[in-house]
T-cell receptor, first 113, second 112 residues
Framework: QKEVEQNSGPLSVPEGAIASLNCTYSDRGSQSFFWYRQYSGKSPELIMFIYSNGDKEDGRFTAQLNKASQYVSLLIRDSQPSDSATYLCAVNGGGTSYGKLTFGQGTILTVHP | EAGVAQSPRYKIIEKRQSVAFWCNPISGHATLYWYQQILGQGPKLLIQFQNNGVVDDSQLPKDRFSAERLKGVDSTLKIQPAKLEDSAVYLC??????????FGEGSRLTVL
């Protein structure tokens, strides 16, 4: 089982729709969770982080965390063509792995006009 | 504030040759990371430094890869000898807190 696994994609949504990106992780002791966006040929940049169960909203982005199910998701409302990118889920491990950020394989999102 | 600096941006070598990548983190960031990102995959942690000490190098292929961070500031990642499967983008990142990693633009390696 991969440590961090994302829905394989690619995901294609029309402009204005909600894009839903999912991620599961294997380390039950994981402490914090991050979503990075990576445009083609560029480096990852942080969109959001979440520590506690529930939802966290920032503008058009909402991160959702369910530690019991070891599941974290990212919702993008009113998707724009500029949101087209690869979205990377990253997990900060627990215990002796604290401080080690492990990335998923990424989900390619395309928002078409 | 200057970002994470990496060089060279691109490097093409033949297998069995050696290559070195350099990274200068954001000033004041104690933690420095080297990630390998193969096309179509997520970044894979190679090594993590806290100041000039190694925190995690469990996924570093130590028979061919080495990294150092002298004086707790800039860092060098070396590959010797290179293999075809080392073709990837090598990303350096730094952080003040685990909350956010700041990535450099990456060094793209092609091994022929």
């Amino acid at each position: 089982q991969k440590e961090v696994e994302q829905n394989s994609g690619p995901l294609s949504v029309p402009e204005g729709a909600i894009a839903s990106l999912n991620c599961t992780y294997s380390d039950r002791g994981s402490q914090s969770f991050f979503w990075y966006r990576q445009y083609s040929g560029k480096s990852p940049e942080l969109i959001m982080f979440i520590y506690s169960n529930g939802d966290k909203e920032d503008g058009r982005f909402t991160a959702q965390l369910n530690k019991a199910s070891q599941y974290v998701s990212l919702l993008i409302r009113d998707s724009q063509p500029s949101d087209s990118a690869t979205y990377l889920c990253a997990v900060n491990g627990g215990g002796t792995s604290y401080g080690k950020l492990t990335f998923g394989q990424g989900t390619i999102l395309t928002v078409h006009p | 504030e200057a970002g994470v600096a990496q060089s060279p941006r691109y490097k093409i070598i033949e297998k069995r040759q050696s290559v070195a990548f350099w990274c200068n983190p954001i000033s004041g960031h104690a933690t420095l990371y080297w990630y390998q990102q193969i096309l179509g995959q997520g970044p894979k942690l190679l090594i993590q430094f806290q100041n000039n000490g190694v925190v995690d190098d469990s996924q570093l292929p130590k028979d061919r890869f080495s990294a150092e961070r002298l004086k707790g500031v800039d860092s060098t990642l070396k590959i010797q000898p290179a293999k075809l499967e080392d073709s990837a983008v090598y990303l350096c990142a730094s952080s003040l807190w685990i909350r956010e990693l700041f990535f450099g633009e990456g060094s793209r390696l092609t091994v022929l």
